[in-house]
C-alpha cells in the first residue's frame, strides 16, 4: 500500500517551533524530491519546501525562508519540516509529498496562536 503519513502538527504560540515528520511506505522512497505544502482557510494550498532526491537541491517558499528546514533520511522513509519563528500565518494543514510517485499524505494541522 502506497502511502505517506504526516505527525506532529499541533497548537504552539507565535514564536514557537515544531517539526513536522512524513513517514513513507510503498514506494521506493530515495527516487525523486519531496515536497511539503501547506493550505490554510479559505486559501489555495502552496509549496512551502521541496527537497531532491540526495538532499543537494532544497527550495523554500519567500513566506518562510530563513525559518522553516526541509531535511529527509532515505533509509528511513523520513523527510521532515522544521518550523521555527512560527507566526499566526503559518497556520494551515501541512502535506508532504512524493513528487516523483505523485502521492500526497493526508495532512496534519498546525496552529499557531496565543
Known amino acids: 500500500q502506497v502511502q505517506l503519513v504526516e505527525s506532529g502538527g499541533g497548537l504552539v504560540q507565535p514564536g514557537g517551533s515544531l517539526t513536522l515528520s512524513c513517514a513513507g511506505s510503498?514506494?521506493?522512497?530515495?527516487?525523486?524530491?519531496m515536497s511539503w505544502h501547506r493550505q490554510a482557510p479559505g486559501k489555495e494550498r502552496e509549496m512551502v519546501a521541496q527537497i531532491s532526491s540526495t538532499s543537494t537541491v532544497t527550495n523554500y517558499a519567500e513566506s518562510v525562508k530563513g525559518r522553516f528546514t526541509i531535511s529527509r533520511d532515505n533509509a528511513r522513509n523520513m523527510v521532515y519540516l522544521q518550523m521555527n519563528s512560527l507566526q499566526a500565518e503559518d497556520t494551515a494543514v501541512y502535506y508532504c509529498?512524493?513528487?516523483?510517485?505523485?502521492?500526497w499524505g493526508q495532512g496534519t494541522q498546525v496552529t499557531v496562536s496565543s
Open positions: 510503498g514506494i521506493r522512497f530515495s527516487i525523486g524530491g
Open positions: 509529498k512524493a513528487d516523483y510517485w505523485g502521492v
